[in-house]
């Protein structure tokens, strides 16, 4: 018998080795962690690209930001600051009458906003160039070089309209406020006062505000000062009969005894609003509110009330043009004694001449 080899059989399957296994095994994480950077990657520009489109679209929305407020932030507290002024404004006019205050308010509003602004030209055109200088030396990294042109433009121009007597206070505002700011830039952390220590971290509140706070600060008492003055222009009425002119005596106060009063002399008074048929007038000296009518008038002379109005100031353009300062309208007491001088009340507008202001 023949002694031949056997057929092989199949075996088991060889385990893989070590080393296959562990290449299999690693090979496996890689995958994962391959997905998962993509993923984190994905994620990562996703939310990127939404910050981007909510801070484009938070930009649109609000518009471009100034340091710490918005542009529509400034102009809404800027509007409603505005409004309480003018409020103030009319209060202070009518010497603090609510009835007259109601009056004045509801005859023509839109003009109390123009004439307070019309009002204080001077200190507005001079708080405009000397701030835009201060501003700008502060912020000026902030600045786009496009804007340089607009700035320039705004300084000269309003330092021209500013009086001389205004450019004096706004460079003494800006050298006290520059004072202010290399004081408040190198004072130390705390200070010693006796056996304390004081924190200064309060002052930094100044640190590139201190033209502003001073500025308003300013602002605020001439305002103050002159709260009582009106914001239309003065003017002398020459009536043809008796016009009621007060409602009662001043002297008596709030609650003392109606007692109208009227009178055909000529008078100052301020029209505050206008018909087809008759003047709102508010009376200089009673600050009564008369309704007058337009056929009772005889002549009408606007004129310069010194004892509630500004005095008039000559600009640094005509200063340096070598121009006076001539104003076209006489004081209102001039011309009020020169006026009752007149047989009839019937001077013409050259008659009624007085001193200028």
């Known amino acids: 018998m023949g002694t031949g080899r056997r057929p092989a059989t199949p075996g088991p399957p060889k385990p893989r080795s070590a080393a296959t296994t562990g290449q299999g095994l690693l ?107 201060w501003f700008t030396g502060v912020w000026n990294r902030r600045i786009h070089r496009e804007t340089w042109p607009l700035i320039v433009a705004i300084v000269v121009i309003t330092a021209l309209m500013t009086p001389v007597e205004y450019h004096l206070l706004g460079l003494a505002l800006l050298a006290v406020s520059t004072s202010i700011e290399f004081w408040v830039r190198r004072v130390p952390a705390s200070l010693r006062l006796g056996r304390h220590r004081v924190s200064t971290a309060r002052l930094r509140i100044l640190r590139g505000h201190s033209f502003l706070y001073l500025g308003g600060c300013l602002l605020l008492l001439g305002f103050v000062d002159t709260l009582e003055s009106p914001w239309t222009s003065a003017e002398v009425f020459v009536v043809k009969a008796p016009v009621v002119s007060a409602g009662q005596k001043l002297e008596t106060g709030a609650y003392g005894p109606v007692e109208i009063a009227s009178s055909g002399e000529p008078f100052i008074g301020h029209v505050v609003d206008e018909s087809l048929t008759d003047y709102t007038v508010l009376h200089s000296g009673t600050r009564y509110v008369m309704r007058l009518e337009k056929s009772l008038v005889l002549n009408r002379y606007v004129c310069h009330n010194e004892s509630t109005q500004l005095r008039g100031r000559i600009p640094l353009l005509d200063r340096l043009r070598n121009r006076h300062y001539i104003s076209p309208n006489p004081d209102c007491g001039p011309a009020i004694e020169q006026l009752i001088r007149l047989p009839g009340n019937e001077a013409t507008g050259e008659e009624a001449t007085g001193k200028g202001s």
């Open 27 to 133: 090979a496996r994480p890689s995958t994962t962690e391959d997905a998962s950077t993509t993923e984190d990657a994905s994620t990562t520009e996703d939310a990127s690209t939404t910050r981007d489109a909510s801070t484009m679209r938070d930009a649109s929305t609000t518009g471009a930001r100034v340091p710490g407020i918005s542009i529509k932030e400034f102009a809404a507290y800027s509007s409603t600051f505005i409004g309480l002024l003018c409020l103030i404004k009319v209060y202070g006019v009518s010497r603090f009458s609510t009835t007259t205050t109601t009056a004045l308010i509801v005859s023509a509003p839109e003009q109390v906003v123009l004439g307070t602004l019309a009002l204080y030209v001077y200190p507005t055109m001079a708080i405009l160039a000397y701030g835009t200088v």
